[in-house]
């Protein structure tokens, strides 16, 4: 049988919709005896192209779905503890996990999601892949039969709660890339999965969702997924077919799509746009009448965007505005709350009325929380795996191995023999180095480093220290102190750029703050566009580092060779960024590969 041939077998099999290509290298790997990695963005049907070769293969196949609450022995295996109580450390009393499984019985694991799951789980698949071989504790070695492979999928490294393959990892597999499918094929999966829904629907629910994936106002769109949602909802409305369309919509895609970070326009705007396209696309269609401005809106203009690079609000304005706005309303408000926070150094310097100065600092700190928020979504760092013994009051789980090893040759059983495990996050000391000179920009500066306070805290990190800089530093946080959200972003909002630029005095002080740091995890970031007016070369000083990463805002006057040379000397990395709204995600990238890795 011919390899196209197996294809449309596993299509046929399987109900996939075209993927030839895809198939045809998938099958091509798997026949040569190689693991197959398939990385895509969510919704594009890795699972089930995966699952479809993997079955295809005749083989047994064992299923596993990766998250952070996975454990090495739930892979390999592990001791029944009556019975290993009763007969102690035998064959009989060894539960075999879904690797051992594949490997004695020369089947296939599939792992789905693989890089949601904890580091040492990743590894133990090393030597199977290498050598065919693992050793299991108290039971020994077992050899993987002829036949075993691995296939497992992906997401993306930027998706949440996704950690990097190790290198080692990564070299052990072949890599299948998948995107989104042409329309015609997405058309054909929902004609196949609603048969008897108006081909009107299906054919603007996919223009809907395929248009998400290149608006310009949307970093991620949505996978068909959100077309079948909007399907499925719409025939469960009473309105007429366009209202129907759009209420659906408003429903299925809010929490599939990620709004980039310069847009202007809220979730909900982007949403009845598309779908004002969409209907003009169909047929002449009645445009929905504007929604009333709010008052923020009415005041002479002074506050409404007039185009979309406008960045400066009429200071006047702004005062009426706080004086007699509502101040729930305004507090709520997304659109003026980040104009205020991004022009408080103005607002602050003008606004004589205290209760007036008052309500626009509270504006700025919240519009600045929940915008960050928004851009972060979920986060976390990589957690590690703590055995101790038990405790009372201790929130852990039982470690049943380990507490069986301790009593199964005890006649008298204490506390102490009872074994616990809890994660918690690696311990981690940061100093964040934001230049603050006149090379850079004062406002979006206040945010930038209003976005870095609220990270910190979403990943709770144990320890971390914030300073900014121009021709000296400045220590806005320390490790060991703690301060409330608000105050901390509102310092660093009423901050202002200024000075000349003194680079190496920045990392001296760093340096010298993360040696007296008690975690094993150490490193530095500064933030900086690389343009030193005073002090010496920076790029010597940090040597002195452990890990040091440079985030470069690119610019005129940016210096990518001294920033560069920063990185190199400092045992890290250099990333470039065009706006400071992109620092946050950079930084939680950081994070992630500093927890991630060895210590620093």
Known sequence: MGIQEHVESIKQASGIVGRDAELSKGLAVVSANRHLMIEGPVGVGKTVLASAIASHTGRQVYRVDGDERYTEQKLSGWFDPPVALEKGYVEDAFIPGPLTEAMRNGGVLFVNEMNRMPEGVQNILLPAMDEGIIDIPKVGKVKAKAGFVIIATQNPREFVATTALSEALSDRFELLMIEYQPRDEEIEILMRRFPDVDEDVLQCASWITRR?????????GASIRAAMSMIELQSALSEEFQERLRKAAHLALPTRVELREESRATVSEVI??????????YGDVQRPPPRNTTKQEDLGGGLREKDSERKTIDVGDVSKLLVTGNEDELLEGDDIG??????????????SDPAALELARRI???????RVLRLLGPVSLPTRIIREEYSIGHRGEIDIES?????IDSRNIEPSDVMVERRESKDLSVVLMLDASLSMSGDKLAIASAAIAVLAFRLKMVKYLLMTFNDRPRTIKDFDESLNLDELILGLLEFS???YTNIESALREGSEALSKAETRNRVGVIITDGNYTVGGDPAIVARSFRRLFVVMIAGHDCQPETCNDIARNGRGHMYTVSR???VPRVLYKVMRVVAHGSPG
């Open 338 to 351: 980040w104009r205020i926070a991004q022009n408080y150094t103005r607002i602050r310097l003008a606004l």
């Open 403 to 407: 507490t069986i090893e301790n009593v």
């Open 364 to 370: 700025a700190i919240s519009a600045t929380i929940r």
């Open 580 to 582: 400071f709204d992109e």
């Open 497 to 499: 750029a200024g000075g």
């Open 272 to 281: 009845d746009q598309i779908v004002d396209e969409c209907m003009s696309e």
């Open 212 to 220: 998400t994936r290149d608006h310009p106002n949307i970093r991620r």
